[in-house]
């Protein structure tokens, strides 16, 4: 990564939209660019082990991540993270609806030329 | 010609006037068209169970009469065919139901397709059972198993439009399905054009969440803005001969299509994108393009289809004991410490007044809750606002009442006995169903559709075993 006076760190909640579905206790965050010319910048950025690392305390047991360039986004799919589901977790949400905005709260470095 | 496919609602619950302008516009353009109501989830499915072994008269869409009073005259009326996976646990009752609003609207004659054969409870032990890959439960024993649904296809839904069904009637079948159904009537496509098939499948998951493609669930004040979502306009899906579609919705209402809105339904609830598995056919959206082509329209293109999957999903549904939760909360000056001195002395009178095996998880509302973990992880390594606004929430899971009762009643007792300043305590307790998902064979299926009169309501063996 390049130095850190050549970086801005944004929220990726300022750069890409997603949103989350659920079924039984697996969750997918599809995921996608505001413009598409950041995509690389998610695509290196995005990355299994990061998500994996972001939803750690969820017990998640695995992260795949399907690029599509043409969508400029990707499809993040996470299991194990519902501890329960909806009909089984003691979590309020059980669906894990909310978690979209947990992956935007992701920190992304980007090029300080960078304008939003 | 096009056919238009509009959507009514995208899940139990969902707004009750969202189809009138829905039927309007459809009626306004004249083309052949269909209205589909989509009203059944995991989370659903497990709650009509629930209410049809409560009352065995129950257990079809709660909301079904407002759903349909609306509309059912100018549908039947326009020729416009009703599908609706309402019938959820019990569509035969929902049958009654639709048959009942019609004879008030004068339409005693109406012909209703009751789909059957997704209840596969009472033959569950003798069918080979495969566990769906995205869990990992034991199965439920036969005293706690309470329901086993099949996610059927088109097919059957076909059948009963042949048979000139106005209104379909179903229960546990694929989202999707319900809007592929009226293509394939309508198109007469084949079986096997698994292209064509694909597009009209992806038709239906554009349009089975309602208005989650046009404007719903999507605003971000300020990054993501909606126009008027007060008044959003559920979708209506343009479908070609060839499969090329388009998304739109009725003029005149709140919300927006966009490139946004339809990629964020496109993948939602999508795993693998090159292999969407629906009973229908295996979708591949690999190469799916999302091109704006007008004000709200968007046209979906680029989507693939292959043979449809062996295997049939199904919905297990099982007594999983009891949940209970109860709330109270802390404000102004220290309410933080308060919340969490509240947390820890529940933590501590749980470990003598109820059973280790207990489930139980404590959030600060207004601090940390959705997104930390059963164990508190979140709420553990950060530290809230002095001063705030907190509810301190506990949740508990076991299979006896009393336990459940036990527990929430802890933190009732914090009206006295806690911190300072605690107000606002609800407790709530009831019976959980669980679900689980396998895979059975297709022969082990028996799918198929009657006229609702010549049916037979042969579903009294229902809740058997099920406590």
Known sequence: MAPNDDVNVMSLHRLAHARAGDKGERLNLALFAYDPRHYDTLLA????ARVQA???HRGVSRVRRYPLP???GMNLVLDDVLQGGVNGALNLDGHGKTLSFLLLGMEIAMPATHRE | MTFLLGSGAGFSGDRTDAAIPVVAELIRRGQPAALLFETLGERTLAAAHRARHDDPDAGFEPLLD????????????NDIAILGNFGAANPAGACERVKAL?????????RIGHVQGDDIRSRLSRIDLQRWEGESGEMPGEEALISANVYLGAAPLVEALAQGAEVVVTGRVADPSLFLAPLMHHFGWAWDDWDRLAAGTMAGHLGECGSQVSGGYFADPGLKDVPDLATVGYPIIEVEEDG????TKPPGTGGCVTERT???QLLYEVHDPSGYLTPDVVVDLSDARVVQIGPDRVAVSGIRGRPAPERLKTTVCYAGGWQGEAEISYAGPNAFGRARLAAEVLRERLTFRAPPELRSRLDIIGHASVFDSDTGDLQRHTVGQENGDYRLRLAVGHPERRWVERATQELLALYCAGPAGGGGVRRQFQRRICTASYLVKRSDVEAFATLYDTSQNDDRSYGHGAQ
Request: net charge negative; glycine share 6%; with cysteine.
């Open chain 1, 45 to 48: 950025q995005v990355t299994e």
């Open chain 1, 54 to 56: 972001l939803f750690a």
């Open chain 1, 70 to 72: 043409g969508l400029a």
């Open chain 2, 66 to 77: 407002e759903l349909l009073e609306p509309v059912l005259d100018d549908c039947l009326a």
């Open chain 2, 102 to 110: 019609a004879e008030r609207a004068g339409r005693a004659d109406i």
């Open chain 2, 244 to 247: 090329s579609l388009v998304v």
């Open chain 2, 262 to 264: 339809v990629k964020e």
